[in-house]
């Protein structure tokens, strides 16, 4: 478990020559082949025999967690190891985003409001776009939200998205986080005509289109595109240099998302507070030694 991580470099492997001992680094957890057609083409999140440091093998759930140097990045002496545990979801934010050409001033739609689509909220703003309005059923969520740059937060549990769009114009980008099958359909049903629509969460249900709303995509020509991960080329991509300078320039700052700090000895306390209905927790870390 755990793929979101930074720490303290305590050894290094004979050969290694890009860190050094003592350094703060966050890490990309994905360890791609190299030697697949898709490593090949400098495309390392399509890797066909990819491992994952905290799925495929063991995370950072650990005093201890050895990984590959390429795969350190170097942390600014300005951000702290716990802003730089957030680099890795920051970077799927980042990603997501740039699947599709925004515009500067675009109105855009963020279905989601859990840790990726909060950074997808501070990603847009640091990129100019127009009114941001964030979509979530926790209102707490959408406080949080609404403190780091969105313009308008709906919960439909008290304001439908369709009396919403009756009165607003539609946005030209939805950018869907949550992977429910309400919200992906959802993307769809509210982009304006000729929008873009981005899936960045992962489904757990089956996700069922009925014809007047798949029909949308053909009467509206809209762009539909998924994103996957965070990596490009050179490892690990641009998405982790932007999102490191992003936080040190302080045009992002995610110390809003950091809503508590645990230690291992917690053990599933953090997941558990999680999981509480109507938890406002966001970003919960585990912390070690100095960090804690």
Same mark, same amino acid.
């Given at each position: 478990? !755990?793929?979101?991580?930074?720490?303290?470099?305590?050894?290094?492997?004979?050969?290694? !020559?890009?860190?050094?001992?003592?350094?703060?680094?966050?890490?990309?957890?994905?360890?791609?082949?190299?030697?697949?057609?898709?490593?090949?083409?400098?495309?390392?999140?399509?890797?066909?025999?990819?491992?994952?440091?905290?799925?495929?093998?063991?995370?950072?759930?650990?005093?201890?967690?050895?990984?590959?140097?390429?795969?350190?990045?170097?942390?600014?002496?300005?951000? =702290?190891?716990?802003?730089?545990?957030?680099?890795?979801?920051?970077?799927?934010?980042?990603?997501?985003?740039?699947?599709?050409?925004?515009?500067?001033?675009?109105?855009?739609?963020?279905?989601?409001?859990?840790?990726?689509?909060?950074?997808?909220?501070? =990603?847009?703003?640091?990129?100019?776009?127009?009114?941001?309005?964030?979509?979530?059923?926790?209102?707490? /969520?959408?406080?949080?939200?609404?403190?780091?740059?969105?313009?308008?937060?709906?919960?439909?549990?008290?304001?439908?998205?369709?009396?919403?769009?009756?009165?607003?114009?539609?946005?030209?980008?939805?950018?869907?986080?949550?992977?429910?099958?309400?919200?992906? /359909?959802?993307?769809?049903?509210?982009?304006?005509?000729?929008?873009?629509?981005?899936?960045?969460?992962?489904?757990?249900?089956?996700?069922?289109?009925?014809?007047?709303?798949?029909?949308?995509?053909?009467?509206?020509?809209?762009?539909?595109?998924?994103?996957?991960?965070?990596?490009?080329?050179?490892?690990?991509?641009?998405?982790?240099?932007?999102?490191?300078?992003?936080?040190?320039?302080?045009?992002?700052?995610?110390?809003?998302?950091?809503?508590?700090?645990?230690?291992?000895?917690?053990?599933?306390?953090?997941?558990?507070?999680?999981?509480?209905?109507?938890?406002?927790?966001?970003?919960?870390?585990?912390?070690?030694?100095?960090?804690?």
């Amino acid at each position: 478990m !755990t793929h979101e991580f930074s720490g303290t470099v305590e050894e290094i492997g004979e050969g290694a !020559t890009s860190v050094t001992v003592g350094e703060k680094v966050a890490v990309a957890p994905l360890v791609p082949c190299g030697t697949c057609e898709n490593c090949q083409k400098g495309e390392p999140a399509m890797c066909t025999n990819y491992s994952f440091i905290g799925s495929r093998e063991q995370g950072a759930m650990a005093e201890y967690v050895v990984v590959p140097e390429k795969n350190c990045v170097k942390v600014p002496a300005n951000l =702290s190891l716990k802003e730089a545990a957030l680099l890795e979801p920051l970077t799927v934010a980042i990603h997501g985003i740039e699947r599709v050409r925004i515009s500067a001033g675009v109105d855009v739609l963020v279905l989601g409001a859990g840790t990726i689509g909060l950074l997808t909220v501070l =990603s847009l703003r640091a990129i100019g776009v127009g009114k941001i309005t964030v979509v979530d059923l926790n209102d707490k /969520k959408l406080e949080v939200a609404k403190a780091i740059g969105a313009d308008e937060t709906i919960n439909p549990l008290t304001q439908t998205l369709e009396d919403y769009y009756q009165e607003n114009r539609r946005p030209e980008v939805a950018i869907e986080t949550a992977g429910s099958s309400i919200t992906q /359909k959802q993307a769809v049903e509210f982009v304006a005509k000729r929008g873009k629509v981005v899936y960045v969460g992962t489904s757990t249900r089956d996700v069922i289109f009925d014809p007047e709303t798949f029909e949308k995509i053909l009467r509206g020509e809209l762009e539909v595109t998924g994103s996957w991960m965070s990596y490009s080329a050179p490892f690990p991509g641009y998405e982790w240099e932007t999102g490191l300078r992003y936080m040190s320039t302080g045009e992002i700052d995610v110390k809003p998302l950091i809503t508590g700090t645990y230690h291992l000895e917690d053990v599933a306390e953090p997941f558990d507070k999680m999981v509480e209905k109507k938890s406002a927790a966001v970003k919960l870390l585990y912390a070690i030694n100095e960090e804690k």
